[in-house]
């Protein structure tokens, strides 16, 4: 089963853009069925789902984020990456990444990484 | 805005039997939600449950069970253990989008 690591900068200055990588290790990004995604967690608040990118390339977005949200595929590196720009304070998160089949299958994720927004 | 409901604390005894419930504003949530249970514990990574209504993940023990009740997507517990003690979100699927309840905070006492 692909297991996952997410890296990134810890601390973001409102405004800017949050990058985040998501590694795969154990496995192809590009060889399986999966959905690769990206979810968040604000402090003391409920989980978010964030995007799916389908291994092929499909992509799905949270409408409330839509506008601001990219999630992309390095099959070179056996990555994926979520961009987030604009950011205010209301996006600082533990961001997770997340693997899974269709509707919820094998689903799983990385063990996340806290995002701070304040300059 | 869509807005997915779960009960926000639940109390059990150990050995009891539980059901957390998820609502959703658009209507009765159906098959169609491919509803799925993760759990949580504190400081940990989320852990999936139940995908698609009633299936159990590979790692999910048999004490854990999915099923439509009157509307909304439920999560029986049954023969509750300490360590069962989380906090347990719903997930539905719109159409090509997700949203998470806001989760129950389950105490086992």
């Known amino acids: 089963q692909p297991q996952l690591q997410e890296s990134g900068p810890g601390l973001v200055k409102p405004s800017e853009t949050l990058s985040l990588t998501c590694t795969v290790s154990g496995g192809s990004i590009s060889s399986s069925s999966y959905y690769w995604g990206w979810f968040r967690q604000p402090p003391g608040k409920e989980l978010e789902w964030l995007a799916y990118?389908?291994?092929?390339?499909?992509?799905f977005y949270n409408p409330s984020l839509k506008s601001r949200v990219t999630i992309s595929v390095d099959t070179s590196k056996n990555q994926f990456s979520l961009r987030l720009t604009a950011v205010t304070a209301a996006d600082t998160a533990v961001y997770y990444c997340?693997?899974?089949?269709?509707?919820?299958?094998?689903?799983?994720w990385g063990q996340g990484t806290l995002v701070t927004v304040s300059s | 805005q869509t807005v997915v409901t779960q009960e926000p604390s639940l109390t059990v005894s150990p050995g009891g039997t539980v059901i957390l419930t998820c609502a959703s504003s658009t209507g009765a949530v159906t098959s169609d939600y491919y509803p799925n249970w993760v759990q949580q514990k504190p400081g940990q990574a989320p852990r999936a449950l139940i995908y698609?209504?009633?299936s159990r993940q590979s790692w999910t023990p048999v004490r854990f069970s999915g099923s439509l009740l009157g509307g909304k997507a439920a999560l029986t517990l049954s023969g509750v253990q300490p360590e069962d003690e989380a906090e347990y979100y719903c997930l539905l699927y719109y159409g090509g989008a997700w949203v998470f309840g806001g989760g129950t905070k389950l105490t086992v006492l």
């Open positions: 990118i389908f291994y092929s390339g499909g992509t």
């Open positions: 698609s209504t009633t």
């Open positions: 997340a693997r899974t089949y269709a509707y919820g299958y094998d689903l799983s």
